[in-house]
């Protein structure tokens, strides 16, 4: 079965810290986004990447930063972590020769708490 | 702006009543649409999508109807059962500047299926 996975499920940080959210996939998918969820507020973009090494602003960037070194691994930074980060984040993949929002694969997610 | 909402937050159904889940769009230049499921404790999975082209489409249970005059969308779950429990939320993608699709999602509703 294919998978995202997301290496936390909670996590509670300190204002300040530095914050690395990872996600890995196994199924060679080119694509990798980074969403956050919010009650009333529904999926919003954060980064996403169509290539190694490449990396492009979602909607939300301000206070995130990502890493992709490697085709199945999409690391979400927060640099300075604050209280309006507290957010569920969500990993997805997808391969290039779907259309955009198919083929989509979450991860289960990661609760943030930031306190 | 742009959006994608739905009209109700939370539906409660009969277990093997039907069910319609709402959602209203406001950009005419989308070209699909798509309708997850996101579980508790899980990322948000494909259920059914429809072309900007297509009025409705059919999958095991569940259908989808697409009013472009009105710019509405809707799913219908047929003999809906207590595994239909989730949150169901719509997107739409449309074609942006570099290439990329943009993916816009809905906030959300909970459907609650009562035994």
């Known amino acids: 079965d294919v998978k995202v996975t997301q290496s936390s499920r909670y996590l509670v940080k300190r204002t300040g810290e530095k914050v690395f959210l990872e996600c890995v996939q196994d199924?060679?998918?080119?694509?990798m986004f980074w969403y956050r969820q919010d009650p009333g507020l529904g999926l919003r973009l954060i980064y996403f990447?169509?290539?190694?090494?490449?990396?492009e602003k979602g909607d939300i960037p301000e206070g995130y930063s990502v890493s992709r070194e490697k085709k199945e691994r999409f690391s979400l930074i927060l640099e300075s972590a604050s209280t309006n980060q507290t957010s569920m984040y969500l990993c997805?993949?997808?391969?290039?020769?779907?259309?955009?929002?198919?083929?989509?694969?979450f991860g289960s997610g990661t609760r943030l708490t930031v306190v | 702006g742009e959006s994608v909402g739905l009209h109700l937050p939370t539906l409660s159904v009969q277990e093997g009543d039907n069910s319609i889940i709402n959602c209203a769009y406001s950009?005419?230049?989308?070209?699909?649409f798509i309708w997850y499921k996101q579980e508790s404790g899980k990322g948000p999975q494909f259920i059914i999508d429809?072309?900007?082209?297509?009025d409705k489409r059919q999958g095991q249970r569940v259908t989808v109807l697409l009013n472009k005059t009105v710019k509405h969308l809707s799913l219908q779950i047929a003999a809906t059962q207590p595994g239909d429990s989730a949150v169901y939320f719509c997107?739409?993608?449309?074609?942006?500047?570099?290439?990329?699709?943009?993916?816009?999602f809905g906030t959300g509703t909970k459907l609650q299926v009562i035994p």
């Open positions: 997805a993949s997808s391969s290039s020769g779907t259309g955009a929002g198919y083929g989509y694969t």
């Open positions: 199924m060679d998918h080119e694509n």
């Open positions: 990447s169509y290539d190694v090494k490449m990396k």
């Open positions: 950009n005419s230049a989308s070209d699909y």
């Open positions: 429809i072309r900007s082209n297509m």
């Open positions: 997107a739409e993608t449309r074609s942006v500047s570099g290439g990329y699709q943009k993916v816009t």
